[in-house]
C-alpha cells in the first residue's frame, strides 16, 4: 500500500487549503485513513481520522470547526479541508492507512497505522 500526499503550502492565517491524500490499498473502502501532524522536535499528533465507509470521523479538538476530512472511494482519496487556518497549524502533514475488518472504524492512534506517506508542509503565516 503507498500514500502520496500533497497540497500542502505558504498560506495567511484565515485562509483556507486542501490536503489530499492519493492511496492505493484495495478495496479501499476497507481501509481507514487519518491524518497526522509534526513539527520539529514534537512527536507526531493526531489531527483527524475518517473511516473506510466515509460517514464516521474524529477529529482533534484544537481544529474541530476549522477542519474537515473526506473521502471518495471511488477515486481512493482522502482530503483534508482546511479552514480559517492559524500559525500552529503550521507543521509537516502525513496521512495514515491501516486495514480495518470493518468499513465503520475509526483509528486514532498513529501506532496502528501501517502505512504513511511522505508528508507535505504546510506554513501559515500570521
Known amino acids: 500500500v503507498q500514500l502520496q500526499a500533497s497540497g500542502g503550502g505558504l498560506v495567511q492565517a484565515g485562509d483556507s487549503l486542501r490536503l489530499s491524500c492519493a492511496v492505493s490499498?484495495?478495496?479501499?473502502?476497507?481501509?481507514?485513513v487519518g491524518w497526522f501532524r509534526q513539527t520539529p522536535g514534537k512527536d507526531r499528533e493526531f489531527v483527524a481520522a475518517i473511516s473506510g465507509s466515509a460517514d464516521i470521523t474524529y477529529l482533534q479538538d484544537s481544529v474541530k470547526g476549522r477542519f474537515a476530512i473526506s473521502r471518495d472511494n471511488a477515486k481512493n482519496m482522502v482530503y483534508l479541508q482546511m479552514d480559517r487556518m492559524k500559525p500552529e497549524d503550521t507543521a509537516v502533514y502525513y496521512c495514515?492507512?491501516?486495514?480495518?475488518?470493518?468499513?465503520?472504524?475509526?483509528?486514532?492512534?498513529?501506532?496502528?497505522?501501517?502505512?504513511w506517506g511522505q508528508g507535505t508542509q504546510v506554513t501559515v503565516s500570521s
Open positions: 495514515g492507512a491501516t486495514w480495518t475488518s470493518s468499513t465503520r472504524m475509526t483509528v486514532t492512534t498513529g501506532s496502528q497505522y501501517k502505512h
Open positions: 490499498g484495495r478495496p479501499f473502502s476497507h481501509y481507514a
